[in-house]
């Protein structure tokens, strides 16, 4: 509910602070003193939109600022809104502001954080229904008429599955259109990716093969050069060649032979004749490798030219594929991963295209479960509707909830074989219809209602939903213009009823309503200089006798006026206190 709403520089306003409270909230006042200007004030700021015109003049801004309690219920939607937002306080309130400057942007708030006007809208019908001379009467738009009649029929279970199935099958066309697209781009692509993938597989390539190589072409490029560097050192070891000095080992066994005599006289010489006898034998071990190693070297020129045609290859692949061999294959290993996803698109267009088919199927018999429902419900909604109307002094009125479908070859099937264009809430489109005069052809509600009548509509309508609709606060503005005595009492218990269950705000001329009010303000005009300024005050006891004598009889009320109000607000107390009984 409206927990507080303060206003500063709107209009003749120059600043309210005004709390209404649970239930029904009237506001009266004389013509012109601004009531209406409350409601718009509330409109303003819940669409984020102000005519600069309604600046108070020598004002550079106008301030609106409202204080909302959360509904309790779970789930919120309203809750689930701004925690999805960001915009969640820690206690169930929700402070909504709008700051409107002759000149520079608007500035509005959630919870103090800066929001678009979009979502501040979005917000703001969660709360409030507004029905009177504002533009934002749901009634006159017909895009909320559907879900009007689907809060009436229970059918926003039904509704929900819908959508979900229509957002499932957005996205399933979405992809197969994707994949159509692509088919040609497709087709070269995997024929390219083949390519590269046979042309790496050909290679056979193995990690590390290129330092291998490189090991090998040195090797055998270098043949001579190693051979005879090898012959060198066994020589210089074994010395074979006997024209040659004493070799190495020859010199280090003459070693061996001097320390032997000697041993026995010192042995700590022993240690020292271990380590060169050790040294011969591995000296004379390396001489034999090394002049094996020479024996086996050998010069390939054929291999050493299959070594260069695999290096080139190799360099090849490096110079279309990467650095290196690992990176060779690992380019193999992403283009066989999408070619794989690529023959997959195949399969999932076979797979897309059937379950379009099966959603479409389910859809429309769905669609025509809705349908149904919606009808039911719409006949239903009708009678008590006219019922509603009678009531309220408009007998006359023709009600009527038109529901259509558009044919579509396009659209999805129908068990009766028709194929119908669709939106996410189902095939049907409906409209609340209007004759406020014998024998006129049904209208739309905006091309025949005047203000007093679109807001009596509402409250026939708001009546005939109250158990299903959870709108938590409700405005009437001008509900009463037209109606008068017996009729406007109607309207009040009509009203009071309505406000059981949710809060609703009623500016009125009509005492008869007016004393079926929970709580009571009037609005004023007072005069401070050359200034003229609005200002609300709550009335109770003596002061709200007082009103309602003076919306009776005028200013200048007489003892019988009082007694007049006195007697009224006694009868819709009564009232009042055996309807609650009877709940």
Not at 54 to 83: N, T
Request: charged share 30%.
């Amino acid at each position: 509910m409206l927990l507080e709403l303060r206003v500063k520089d709107f209009g003749i306003i120059e600043e309210i602070d005004w709390s209404p409270g649970p239930g029904l909230n009237v506001i009266t006042g004389e013509t012109g003193a601004g009531k209406s200007l409350v409601v718009d004030a509330v409109a303003a700021l819940l669409s984020g939109k102000l005519d600069e015109a309604a600046i108070r003049h020598g004002a550079d801004a106008a301030c609106l600022e409202g204080v909302f309690s959360l509904p309790q219920s779970q789930p919120s939607p309203v809750k689930d809104l701004l925690i999805e937002k960001g915009l969640a306080a820690d206690d169930d309130s929700l402070l909504l502001s709008a700051e409107f400057r002759r000149q520079g942007r608007s500035t509005l708030r959630a919870n103090r954080q800066a929001v678009p006007r979009a979502l501040m809208g979005q917000i703001g019908r969660f709360f409030i229904d507004i029905h009177g001379q504002s533009e934002h009467l749901s009634l006159l738009n017909k895009d909320y008429h559907l879900d009007f009649l689907d809060t009436y029929a229970h059918s926003l279970e039904m509704r929900h599955e819908f959508t979900g199935k229509a957002e499932g099958l957005a996205r399933a066309e979405n992809e197969l259109k994707s994949i159509l697209a692509a088919e040609q781009e497709r087709a070269r692509r995997e024929e390219f990716l083949r390519f590269q993938i046979d042309e790496i597989k050909r290679a056979k390539l193995q990690e590390g093969e290129e330092t291998e190589l490189e090991k090998e072409r040195n090797i055998l490029a270098s043949c001579e050069k190693l051979k005879s560097a090898a012959y060198e050192a066994y020589q210089a070891i074994y010395g074979e060649d006997s024209t040659a000095s004493p070799s190495a080992l020859e010199r280090l066994n003459e070693a061996v032979h001097a320390l032997s005599h000697y041993v026995e006289l010192d042995g700590s010489l022993k240690p020292s004749l271990e380590f060169l006898e050790a040294t011969a034998r591995g000296l004379a071990d390396t001489a034999r490798d090394l002049n094996a190693y020479a024996n086996r070297l050998e010069f390939d020129p054929a291999r050493l030219e299959e070594i260069e045609a695999r290096r080139d290859l190799i360099h090849s692949l490096q110079r279309k594929y990467g650095k290196t061999v690992a990176a060779i294959l690992e380019y193999q290993r992403k283009a066989e991963q999408e070619l794989t996803g690529l023959v997959r698109s195949s399969e999932r267009r076979g797979e897309l295209e059937a379950l379009c088919r099966s959603l479409r199927k389910e859809m429309g018999t769905l669609a025509a479960r809705l349908s149904q429902a919606r009808a039911a419900a719409a006949q239903k909604l009708t009678t008590e509707v006219k019922k509603e109307l009678k009531e309220l002094g408009m007998a006359q009125v023709e009600f009527a909830t038109a529901i259509t479908q558009n044919a579509a070859a396009g659209g999805i099937p129908l068990p009766d074989g028709r194929y119908c264009a669709f939106h996410k809430y189902g095939v049907d489109n409906v409209e609340f219809l209007a004759s406020t005069n014998p024998g006129e052809p049904l209208k739309p509600l905006a091309k025949i209602a005047s203000t007093g009548e679109i807001s009596r509509f509402m409250l026939a309508l708001k009546s005939a939903l109250s158990e299903a609709d959870n709108t938590p606060v409700l405005i009437f503005d001008e509900i009463d213009i037209g109606v008068g005595g017996r009729s406007g009492e109607i309207l009040g218990k009509k009203l009071w009823k309505l406000a059981r269950h949710r809060q609703v705000i009623c500016v009125t001329h009509l005492p008869q309503i007016a004393v079926f009010a929970d709580a009571h303000y009037t609005v004023r005009k007072e005069t401070a200089g050359s200034r003229t300024m609005s200002r609300i005050k709550a009335l109770e006891g003596e002061a709200r006798l007082a009103e309602i004598a003076t919306m009776l009889s005028g200013a200048r009320f007489t003892g019988t006026a009082l007694d007049n109000a006195r007697e009224m607000l006694a009868r819709a107390q009564e009232w009042q206190r055996g309807t609650k009984k009877k709940r």
